[in-house]
């Protein structure tokens, strides 16, 4: 059974860089069938896609983001990362990473989330 | 990113069959069978229910079942039991620029 890990700081100080990694328990990462998301959820609000990115590095991100999102892979550590960067408390939310099958475009496996607050 | 349409609430009584709609674009549901629904329950994960409209992934009750009509898809829960009440949301495959679109969610109440 596949599993996905969040980790990271709990809080970010606001204009700060909120840095997270998702960690792959098999090397499924290093697969052209998947990418990985990052998807977020304000404390009693709908889940808001952030994106997704191959393991070649090709990249979508949410267009209301993008202007302050990167994500990198790292094959050798089965991780992939989510850097946000000039945070304000609207972007305090529980944090998830999942894998995106790309023969289906669905998300077949979630990590648990993380809860990630802004302030100072 | 314009979210696809869901029923911000839709609620039935324990065995009543329920259907929860999400309303998308010529660029999304219509024109791509890559519609996937998730469950949601309080502070846990989302889970996938179904994928490609209709297709159910291996331990998920068929209970559970989907389709498509137009730029439409829905979910349907026949047999409602007091653990589906959770929140469900739609997602789907679009060819513009993100690649991928989510749904408003909707809050599914078994009275």
């Known amino acids: 059974q596949l599993q996905l890990q969040e980790s990271g700081p709990g809080l970010v100080k606001p204009s700060e860089t909120l840095s997270l990694t998702c960690t792959v328990s098999d090397d499924s990462i290093r697969s052209n069938i998947y990418s990985w998301a990052w998807i977020r959820q304000p404390p009693g609000k709908g889940l808001e896609w952030i994106g997704h990115?191959?393991?070649?590095?090709?990249?979508y991100y949410n267009p209301s983001l993008k202007s302050r999102v990167t994500m990198s892979v790292d094959t050798s550590r089965n991780q992939f990362s989510l850097q946000l960067t000039s945070v304000t408390a609207a972007d305090t939310a529980v944090y998830f990473c999942a894998r995106r099958d790309g023969s289906s475009v669905s998300l077949d496996y979630w990590g648990q989330g993380t809860l990630v607050t802004v302030s100072s | 990113q314009s979210a696809l349409t869901q029923p911000a609430s839709v609620s039935g009584s324990p065995g009543q069959s329920i259907t929860i709609s999400c309303t998308g674009t010529i660029s999304d549901i219509g024109s791509y069978n890559f519609v996937s629904w998730y469950q949601q329950h309080p502070g846990k994960a989302p889970k996938l229910m179904i994928f490609n409209v209709n297709n159910r992934p291996s331990g998920v009750s068929d209970r559970f079942s989907g389709s498509k009509s137009g730029y439409t898809a829905s979910l349907s829960i026949s047999g409602l039991q007091a653990d589906d009440e959770a929140d469900y949301y739609c997602t789907s495959y679009t060819s513009t620029t993100t690649n991928y679109v989510l749904g408003t969610g909707t809050k599914v109440t078994v009275l």
């Open positions: 990115i191959y393991y070649t590095g090709s990249t």
